[in-house]
């Protein structure tokens, strides 16, 4: 996101800070291949990757599963401008999988899918985590939303990271888009919380004093070989010091770009809510067992969970404290340029994409409507 880099802490060239500019954001979206005929996942990634135009495939990336693509803005300095360019990529990718009779879609997981059906890219790097992950590398594949905010300092990247753990349950409520897994609903509003937490290294991760400080913890995992380079790391947040940016984990896949614009905004507001006042309460931000229970009822409950709130000492409507939140949020949004999409946090709140899935299975009866109602949203305009 910028172009000064600071030289690696304690002389590691891969901990060397790619200096850029605050609150800038960009988009990572996991998306699911899907047979156009019944609405299947398609195992088809590294057959139509390679095929793709190329200014569309700068852009576009496997994933471990070979129905599992990544979909990836340039930063940007407005949400909007990175809405945009996602809307331009999402029509544009959905025209040219249609040739292959492919379609796509977004949510948290895929309502049917089973593991035996699942096939792992050919990629060296997802051959690495076979090798390493055995079965659980086998099971059905999962879908989230990254978001990236631009920071100047490593520093102020682990400061930024402390403080936003506070928020990566409501995050995760909010964005909850997995109802359903293995052709049932399963009682969670996002089921790819605990199935992808099956893989080591994810959840929230601890606190860190300094940049040095997760450096230092990072380097030990790597020289004792637990994974070959840092982005095995899947927390549900962590630094990125090759861009120069934080990174948000927790959020299941969007299945609209409404849904998508809303958290973006949510994030980058917020970001600039902790850097500049330090708004988190300090019990929530200190509290690792608080934080993890959140983090558990958000994933089964969705934004109706009622959240633990150390400062009252009792569990409160996670729909009470996003409008909190989202109030102390509006003057950045102001600054940053994403008020409107600010506001559209508070819409999805009231129409989660959870809540949404399972009212069209009680409609229809029937998952593979669900799975088209899904791929419908994906690029309406495409």
Known sequence: MGTEVKPGVLGLEWASWQRSAPYTVGLEEEAMLLDARDWSLAQRGDDILPQLSPDLAEHISGETHQAAIEVATEPHETVGAAIAQLRDLRARLAAELAGFGVAVAGAGTHPFALWDETQVSESGRYQVILRTMADLARREPTFALHVHIGVA???????????????????????????????????????????????????????????????????????????????????????????????????????????????????????????????????????????????????????????????????????????????????????????????????LGEAPGFARQLAIFRQRGDLRSVVGELAGEFAPDG
């Open 153 to 347: 300092e490593p520093d102020a990247a682990i400061r930024l990271m402390s403080r936003l753990r506070a928020h990566l349950p409501l995050l995760l409520a909010l964005s909850a888009n997995s109802p359903f897994w293995q052709g049932r609903a399963t009682g969670l509003a996002s089921t790819r919380t605990p199935v992808f937490g099956a893989f080591p290294r994810t959840g929230i991760p601890r606190r860190y004093v300094s940049y040095e400080d997760w450096v230092r913890t990072v380097d030990a995992l790597l020289r004792c070989g637990a994974f070959p380079e840092p982005t095995f790391l899947w927390w549900d947040i962590r630094p990125q010091p090759s861009l120069g940016t934080v990174e948000v984990r927790v959020m299941d896949a969007q299945t609209s770009l409404y849904g998508t614009a809303a958290l973006t905004a949510l994030i980058q507001s917020v970001a600039r809510l902790e850097l500049e006042e330090g708004y988190a309460s300090p019990a929530l931000v200190a509290g690792e067992e608080l934080l993890a229970e959140n983090r558990f009822l958000a994933s089964r409950d969705g934004i109706e969970a009622r959240l633990l709130d150390p400062d009252t000492g009792r569990r409160r409507p996670a729909r009470d404290q996003l409008d909190e939140l989202l109030e102390a949020a509006r003057p950045h949004a102001e600054a940053l340029g994403c008020r409107a999409e600010l506001e559209a946090a508070g819409a």
